[in-house]
């Protein structure tokens, strides 16, 4: 049973340009949630997405948006990036009827020159 | 507001020996989880215990216990007997149960468990 993958690895971007993170929840999650961790900092939320819809965001701005697909797998995108946007883009999937199991990917670090 | 504190940016433990790390918690809500996780250095959160607010006995998972004082808005992690891959980050984490899925959490604390 695959759990929570992230694609890609690793992701260097210069400012100003567009970058695109993918995410495969755990078999059986239909809820995927992305968060970002700056280097030191513990995760903050970005947004969830719930049936294609995007259900609850944090405080991130509209430069930060993304995408869930009929298969629950999701995407999120980052426009316009600034250097402070480097850090470790975390996804976690949980099932609708049980949010407190969240499980995480291994992440994406984004570096942003 | 910081919803979650944790005070402790670095702890040193001997193998073999207990440790406790330390999360308080800023909440007026009385339903609410609390989570801890552990982050090695390949970055991926791993969950280790939850506690819900209305649960009365403290949570155990194995080497893992949760000190839960509620009325202190504290959640410490206990570790009991120490090992070497427990060298780690540990996160605690809150969620509102009913007001959404999104989770809260602390700064971490940097494990390191000497031989």
């Known amino acids: 049973d695959a759990g929570v993958t992230q694609s890609p690895t690793h992701l260097i971007k210069t400012r100003g340009q567009q970058v695109t993170l993918r995410c495969s929840p755990k078999?059986?999650?239909?809820?995927v949630s992305w968060y970002q961790q700056a280097l030191g900092q513990g995760p903050q939320f970005i947004f969830q997405?719930?049936?294609?819809?995007?259900?609850q965001r944090g405080n991130f701005p509209d430069r930060f948006s993304g995408h869930q697909f009929p298969n629950y797998s999701s995407e999120l995108n980052v426009n316009a990036l600034l250097l402070g946007d480097s850090a470790l883009y975390l996804c976690?999937?949980?099932?609708?009827?049980?949010?407190?199991?969240?499980?995480f990917g291994p992440g994406t670090r984004l570096t942003v020159l | 507001a910081q919803k979650i504190t944790q005070t402790q940016p670095g702890m040193f433990v001997q193998e073999k020996e207990a440790v406790t790390l330390d999360c308080t918690y800023d909440t007026s809500d009385q339903s609410y989880g609390l989570f801890w996780y552990k982050q090695p250095s390949s970055g991926e959160m791993i969950f280790l215990i939850y506690?819900?607010?209305?649960?009365?006995q403290n949570a155990t998972e194995g080497r893992y216990s949760l000190n839960f004082q509620k009325a202190r808005k504290s959640a410490n992690l206990v570790i009991s007997a120490s090992q070497l891959g427990d060298s780690a980050m540990y996160f605690c984490?809150?969620?509102?149960?009913?007001?959404?899925?999104?989770?809260?959490f602390g700064t971490g604390t940097s494990l390191t468990v000497i031989p």
């Open positions: 997405y719930y049936e294609e819809e995007e259900r």
């Open positions: 976690a999937s949980s099932s609708g009827t049980s949010y407190n199991e969240q499980f």
């Open positions: 984490a809150m969620r509102y149960i009913n007001t959404g899925n999104q989770f809260y």
């Open positions: 506690q819900g607010s209305y649960d009365e």
């Open positions: 078999s059986g999650h239909d809820t």
